[in-house]
């Protein structure tokens, strides 16, 4: 994570836009969204594991059936406790896009703009509207987009991967044998974390950057 030699003047900048964002107080007329993408291989069991009983753990043959991958999308607005997911087969510029809508049309609706925190990934950017929609249904959406980028080789900065960690521990981290039974998992598990309103409780500020990483800056 600190494996930083010299930090430019753009990566800075990047990285105070970022931590400001986090750093002021919640509008839900402007939330600040954060998005990223978790890769998911669908692995089938080749044996039926042996199902968890008291003071033994459920066990697992070595042997499994790979089926592909799939990508999840999580979207989360952690000073609400609000996220948002959806499975894909693949990760192009129109899944992207269309997740994106959905943010708009259905997951924040009563926002005036999302303010999204994400890398600097290809498909993270306005051409994927124009891809995806019309002109003018593209440009609808952007309307109610504010893009905001970690710079590179800073993803850490992105607090969907901490989201995207938890989800992993509690939903994604074992085998699951097809996108069917992905999607449902990572759907239940979306609702649990939203009906409890489960936040992130970001404490890296400016200061602390500057404490930590000041001698790696670049003049």
């Not at 899944?95 to 959905?102: P, S, T, V």
């Not at 925190?117 to 509207?129: G, Q, W």
């Not at 992130?200 to 200061?207: A, D, R, V």
């Amino acid at each position: 994570m600190w494996c930083i030699q010299r930090i430019d003047p753009e990566y800075r900048k990047r990285m105070y836009d970022v931590l400001d964002l986090y750093e002021e107080k919640y509008d839900p007329k402007r939330p600040v969204i954060c998005l990223d993408e978790k890769a998911k291989q669908i692995i089938a069991d080749k044996i039926m594991p042996i199902s968890m009983k008291p003071g033994c753990s459920e066990m697992y043959d070595y042997e499994y059936i790979r089926n592909g991958t799939a990508n999840i999308f999580v979207a989360v607005d952690f000073k609400a406790g609000k996220r948002v997911t959806k499975v894909t087969e693949r990760r192009t510029m129109l899944d992207f896009a269309h997740f994106m809508k959905l943010l708009v049309i259905e997951g924040f609706s009563g926002a005036e703009v999302l303010r999204v925190v994400t890398d600097n990934l290809n498909i993270h950017k306005e051409k994927s509207f124009y891809e995806a929609f019309s002109e003018d249904e593209a440009k609808q959406i952007l309307e109610k987009i504010e893009f905001h980028y970690t710079p590179k080789h800073a993803s850490w900065l992105n607090a969907a991967e901490i989201e995207i960690n938890v989800m992993d521990s509690e939903c994604t981290g074992r085998r699951i044998g097809d996108i069917g039974t992905l999607t449902k998992e990572v759907a239940a598990w979306t609702k649990k974390r939203n009906d409890d309103k489960k936040k992130i409780n970001w404490k890296f500020t400016k200061e602390k950057a500057d404490k930590k990483l000041s001698k790696h800056y670049v003049s």
